[in-house]
Nanobody
């Protein structure tokens, strides 16, 4: 069983930057797709950015595109989310998630659905003040 652990959250002022880190307990594994989701109280968990572990594709929500960058160190399966020009609306708990996806043609639709991910971290809090 693969466990995912997030770190790097914190409190910053608008315009600041943070780097989130997701560390798997076991690598390699059957996981071939990783993503960062975020959630605020009373709202559904939403995808922010994602990538396949082969480094062939990345996907981002429109709300973070151009500001957030997902990347990976393949040797250990460590996944990062570089968050720049943070806004108060980015305040949320951020979760790392892993999935086993099939053909590449399905990724664009599948990555946004949290139910497709079966490996999750405990989350790390990001707070952005105005």
């Amino acid at each position: 069983q693969v466990r995912l652990v997030e770190s790097g959250g914190g409190s910053v002022v608008a315009g600041g930057s943070l780097r989130l880190i997701c560390t798997p307990s076991t690598y390699p594994s059957a996981i071939n797709f990783m993503a960062w989701f975020r959630q605020t109280p009373g709202k559904e968990r939403e995808g922010g950015g994602s990538m396949d572990t082969g480094g062939r594709a990345t996907f981002y929500a429109d709300s973070v595109k151009g500001r957030f960058t997902i990347s990976q160190v393949r040797a250990q399966g460590t996944v990062f989310l570089e968050m720049n020009n943070l806004e108060p609306e980015d305040t949320a708990r951020y979760y790392c998630a892993g999935a086993v996806f099939g053909e590449m043609r399905t990724w664009a639709a599948a990555w946004r659905q949290s139910r497709n991910y079966h490996f999750w971290g405990q989350g790390t809090q990001v707070s952005v003040a105005a």
